[in-house]
């Protein structure tokens, strides 16, 4: 089992930054190709980045790219994701997820999730 636990998400401004963590326990994190994903209001969840293992492959959707930075640092069991830019649309809560399995990358199949933090940007 591997828990996630999502912090980082609140109230800014279009135009601002806010910067997700999501810290892992339970198994080796780095074991784990580790994604963001999200889920506006009446929307359905959707794919904002992901990461591989030792963090050497990205892959953004495409309205979050050179917006979003996703990072992860295996010593601290933690993956971030980086959002400047901001924009009404990305006003969602936000998933952090993890998987063992990286067949068909990007496009991953999630084992594991958080319980999501609320982003809310104003316009």
């Known amino acids: 089992q591997v828990q996630l636990v999502e912090s980082g998400g609140g109230l800014a401004q279009a135009g601002g930054s806010l910067r997700l963590s999501c810290a892992a326990s339970?198994?080796?994190?780095?074991?784990?190709?580790m994604g963001w994903l999200r889920q506006g209001p009446g929307k359905e969840r959707e794919f904002v980045a992901a990461?591989?293992?030792?963090?050497?492959?990205?892959y953004y959707t495409d309205s979050v790219k050179g917006r979003f930075t996703i990072s992860r640092d295996n010593a601290k069991n933690t993956v971030y994701l980086q959002m400047n830019s901001l924009k009404p649309e990305d006003t969602a809560v936000y998933y952090c997820?993890?998987?063992?399995?990286?067949?068909?990358?990007?496009?991953?199949?999630?084992?594991?999730w958080g319980q999501g933090t609320q982003v809310t940007v104003s316009s």
């Open positions: 997820a993890a998987t063992s399995d990286g067949t068909n990358w990007p496009q991953l199949r999630y084992d594991y």
């Open positions: 339970g198994r080796t994190f780095s074991d784990y190709r």
């Open positions: 990461i591989s293992r030792a963090g050497l492959r990205t």
